[in-house]
């Protein structure tokens, strides 16, 4: 039978899972991953083994409002038909968006132009329910002034290896980044929103913990954008925690 190409749209609270892909290190073997979970309910639903590509690969603990996949089956039932069916063999923390047909040539990691993040800082008493183990809790007077100024350095195609944790041998720590912005979206919730053509590994929730020190008054925006350009891990920031960040959105 031919197969065809679906395009699937999920989101997750990556709260309970070792990440997206699925993992073979001891450290880690016998986690769920929101990969394992979403094969194994596709497999169940179209009733034969299933492959996703993902548009990127989340840490262990980050969510995703629209987290894309591609795969192929030989199974004839409709997109439509496939979303009912697969509300009935996923977890409530996994959820399907949207489901449709795909191009061949589509690949959901390699067709990408831009992936948004978002990272939540809660500043002023409890989380409301929706933001609930979905954002990082942080009282402390922040110069988010000066935080919007330190995220302009990031604008533009730069060496991110002062922002990246051990990248693979080989890998290019070039990134273009197209947007960077701290959004107060309420008197109590705050925002860092940053879009780039892809990202390195634990780079937005170290670019989330330089700033935060950026705000803190530990640096200067200026002092910020100078340690960008010394491509040394050790000088940067911390990692901020990984619950609080999101994959919120990418573009095709």
């Not at 009282?139 to 944790?165: E, I, N």
């Amino acid at each position: 039978m031919q197969e065809r190409r679906l395009r699937l749209t999920l989101g997750y609270r990556g709260t309970r899972y070792a990440g997206w892909a699925i993992q073979s290190s001891s450290r880690t073997r016998g986690r769920s991953t929101v990969q394992g979970t979403l094969e194994t309910a596709l497999a169940s639903a179209l009733g034969h083994p299933v492959r996703v590509t993902a548009a990127g690969r989340t840490d262990a603990g980050v969510h995703a409002d629209a987290q894309v996949v591609s795969f192929d089956t030989s199974s004839t039932i409709s997109p439509e038909g496939l979303q009912r069916v697969m509300e009935r063999w996923l977890p409530d923390d996994v959820w399907i968006v949207d489901i449709a047909e795909a191009d061949a040539a589509f690949d959901a990691r390699r067709s990408t132009l831009r992936r948004w993040y978002r990272y939540a800082i809660w500043r002023h008493g409890a989380p409301s329910s929706a933001w609930q183990g979905r954002c990082l809790v942080d009282p402390q007077p922040l110069d988010v002034g000066a935080m919007r100024r330190g995220a302009q350095a990031l604008l533009g195609r730069h060496d991110f290896a002062a922002l990246a944790t051990q990248p693979r041998p080989g890998q290019t720590t070039l990134r273009t980044v197209f947007a960077a912005d701290w959004r107060q979206l309420t008197t109590a919730l705050l925002v860092f929103e940053v879009c780039a053509d892809a990202f390195l590994t634990r780079m937005v929730r170290a670019i989330v913990g330089s700033l935060l020190w950026v705000g803190s008054g530990r640096w200067t925006a200026r002092q910020f954008a100078t340690i960008l350009l010394s491509s040394d891990r050790a000088s940067a920031g911390p990692n901020a925690p990984a619950f609080g960040l999101t994959l919120h959105r990418v573009e095709y």
